[in-house]
């Protein structure tokens, strides 16, 4: 059995296991694809002190840099059941692939994904045109034609950041209205480079073979197809954080599915802790979610001591 268990091998998982591991405490890695959302990134500008990186070589850091310890890394495996012990008592998790380990304290690091559209042409353009954080990619589109879709709180703080970098931002929302925060929505009116469409349906990204060059939608009540000339799409119809797993444990989740966690990174249940995007600790970005996982670790040695 382990003092401390990560689920999860992505940069919060991988922080809090050299964290933990540097106390010299028995600590292990189940992840189901170790480095997470890291791996499907490219370009990564906005990790402090590294100005340039690419996601493959990132995630391939993160294993060596805890290999560097003596930590068991589980590859391939997928949470699908926790079993929180009694106070004092060890923690079990179970596995698609029917393994289970017990430990005595848990750091939940499942991260998130983000909900796509499921539109011909955004799987085929993504990372060459597609993307999905405006933190992370708005500055490639420097000067360039941008679309935002969805009209939520992410899409509308999206297009606002977006318009103060990109040439011209297009927001296109599903439904006849934006359901974002007022004072947003009237913030994104005020800009001059913003143009808003509503009631209009995505219906493809389009590209030249190598990159995107339009969008093309349907507008909901004439039924009329319409093309937008652009060089980006930003997708921000919604992160879903990966606990599905998690459903039926007493682990208290948010109304977004989000794990509730306290300063020191502890979940509703003594002993098991979580970190990074799969939280409710806001903005997920990779240097968050690697400063939530040394404090996930460090608040689960805190309370092994105490033990
Ligand atoms: P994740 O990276 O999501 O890792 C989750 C881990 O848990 C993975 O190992 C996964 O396999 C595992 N897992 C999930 N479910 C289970 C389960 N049931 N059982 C076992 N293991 C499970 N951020 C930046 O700061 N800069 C960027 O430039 C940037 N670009 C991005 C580009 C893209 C395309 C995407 C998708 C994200 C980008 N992000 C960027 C966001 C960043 O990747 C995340 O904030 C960060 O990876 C979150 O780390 P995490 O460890 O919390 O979760």
Not at 198 to 223: F, K, M
């Amino acid at each position: 059995a382990f003092d401390t268990l990560m689920i999860g091998g992505g940069p919060a998982g991988a922080a809090a296991a050299v964290y933990a591991a540097r106390k010299g405490i028995r600590t292990g890695v189940a992840a189901e694809r170790f480095g997470g959302q890291v791996l499907d990134t490219m370009g990564i500008e906005n990790l402090i002190s590294v100005p340039h990186t690419e996601g493959p070589k990132l995630a391939a850091a993160l294993e060596e840099h805890v290999k560097e310890y003596e930590v068991d890394i589980m590859n391939l495996q997928r949470a699908v059941t926790l079993l929180p012990g009694q106070p004092g008592e060890e923690h079990e998790v179970r596995f698609a692939s029917g393994a289970s380990l017990k430990s005595k304290t848990l750091v939940l690091a499942t991260g998130a994904r983000w909900r796509e559209m499921g539109v011909p042409g955004e799987a085929e353009y993504r990372n060459k045109g597609v993307a999905y954080c405006p933190h992370c990619d708005g500055p490639l589109f420097k000067g360039k034609r941008v679309a935002v879709i969805g009209g939520g709180n992410s899409g509308v703080e999206a297009a606002i950041d977006l318009a103060g970098i990109v040439g011209h931002v297009t927001l296109v929302e599903f439904m006849d209205e934006m359901r974002a925060d007022a004072v947003l929505q009237k913030k994104l009116r005020s800009m001059p480079n913003v143009e808003i469409i509503l009631g209009a349906r995505t219906t493809e990204v389009n590209g030249d073979g190598t990159r995107v060059n339009g969008l093309t939608y349907e507008e909901r009540t004439s039924g009329e197809i319409r093309r937008l000339e652009l060089e980006g799409v930003f997708v921000q119809i919604g992160l879903v954080p990966n606990t599905e797993w998690l459903q039926d444990s007493p682990i208290e989740l948010s109304e977004r599915g989000e794990i509730v966690v306290d300063a020191h990174g502890m979940t509703s249940v003594p002993g098991i802790f979580a970190a990074g995007d799969v939280t409710t600790v806001p903005y997920k970005q990779i240097v968050i979610a690697m400063g939530e996982g040394s404090k996930a670790a460090l608040g689960a040695f805190d309370y092994l001591i105490r033990q």
